[in-house]
């Protein structure tokens, strides 16, 4: 098996990150505050985007944002929430398409690892 520069730490991160976005509400979640680019939305909205409301959204909001991947803030009497680790879902991507084909013994022409 090849082995690749991928430290312990950094794979027990990225597990953990994976682990957050394990659920189908989460990803919906997330998919959506991603859509709505840096302004983000409001809870009401964000609930009515997803059909996730109530405890249910603020328990998936919790582990997002545990996650590093969402960010919520107060303003006035809304709660807006953002996706904010786009870098974080790119590095997730590429950790995925780098480890492709790594212990393949065949070049594939569409795949490159750095």
Known sequence: MKQTDITDAD???TAS????LGSEQRLAVLRSL???GP???SIGSLGDRTGVTGS???HHMKILTQAGLVRQEKQGRSIICAAV???ELRSLSEFLLRE?????AT???DHTHD
């Open 11 to 13: 794979l027990a991160v």
């Open 85 to 87: 680790a786009y870098d």
């Open 100 to 104: 492709c084909c790594a212990d393949s």
């Open 34 to 36: 991603v859509r709505a």
């Open 107 to 109: 070049h594939h022409e």
């Open 39 to 41: 302004e983000g939305l």
């Open 56 to 58: 249910t959204l603020t």
């Open 17 to 20: 990150t994976f682990a957050a």
